[in-house]
């Protein structure tokens, strides 16, 4: 079986160049947080070390330095002779030591400047969907609050409520604001909805979706621009309390 093609589709944003700052970091998160939320299934074939640098934009080394990190997190093998190459290896139990460990790494002032951009988008995505939604996408809208709602393990909350995400920026029929969804989701979404473990968090989540859902159908724009962005704030808050935990803890 060949290597699929990557230029068309929501996973385009995956293969976008880098900016032009930590790009061996950069290249190992996104495709980390690729297999996370499950935009590589297990098993897929990624694409040649020359084809992903120049995707990314980045040289090859820099692209063996990030799939060597990928080795050692278990996220991918590497099979040699014909057929052979670099294969996603989606991992049994939620990553969520991974992202605790970056999220101890942010300060509350970058969450917060991260959470502002994503408001900004995810404010603007549902405010257009309220204006041009039809009759399929709000189908599509309630279909995807129902699976957030009884998405019981973390992995499928975080793949679910970044699934209702994409069919809000899908709604609003505007392929750059769903092009910038997508580059949020694995860039930064994979630590946002690590708070989608906790059972309270989830409820909140799962109430936020049914309000937007809920203006969208209404046609009320201001409505669903603010549904979106408390569901970005609750996020913020309590990502920011995680924060603080991790960082009086002693590291083990």
Known sequence: MGTRRFDRGPRSALFAPLESLSRTELVTHRLADAIMLGLLIDA???????ALATGFGVSTVTVREALTALRQRGLIETRRGRGGGSFVRSPADDPTAVLRERLRQYSPGTLRDIGDHYAAISGAAAELAAERADS??????????VTVETAARPGDRRRADGHFSIEVAAAAQSARL????MALQTEVGPLFWLVLEDDAAH???VERCRALTAAVVLGDGQRARAAAQERIAD?????TERHLELVRQPRG
């Open 203 to 205: 409820a909140l989540a």
């Open 235 to 239: 996020a913020v808050n309590s990502l």
């Open 136 to 145: 399929e996408d709000v189908a599509r809208l309630r279909s995807a609050v």
């Open 178 to 181: 769903t092009r910038a969804e």
């Open 44 to 50: 897929e074939q990624l694409p040649s070390e020359t």
